[in-house]
């Protein structure tokens, strides 16, 4: 299993975390195929709490998100969102939000590191990401 993500795209969001003083969210969209996950694109939804240690998508920048992907054929593969000085590991409130949204998790932190995770019954397992050109 693995998600598959242009780097460019990954580079974006690390980008956006870098420079935000909150946490930055939203969606990849895309496609499973074999037991992948393969990123077609990476939408930004605002964080709704402002907030520099969790994130709530805005529900009706997230409905439109969703609306416009699944108009290009795009399902909703995985969320992202970034840490600000802490791991890019799911937290507490990550496990809750996993268990609502059964997708990919993808973590990134302001200083570039990253790392995706899928929720399997209690468990968090990390799933390998392959950057492609
Ligand atoms: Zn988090």
Redesign the pocket.
Known sequence: MGLIIRQDDLKTVIKMAERSTV?VCGFLFGRREGGNFIVEEVRFVPNRLNSPTA?EMEPVEMVRAIDEAGERGLEVIGIF?S?LKCPPR??G??LKGMRLWPVVWL?VDEKGNYGAYVLEGNKIREVRIVEKE
């Open positions: 946490e994130f969102h840490h799911p937290s409130r990550d973590i």
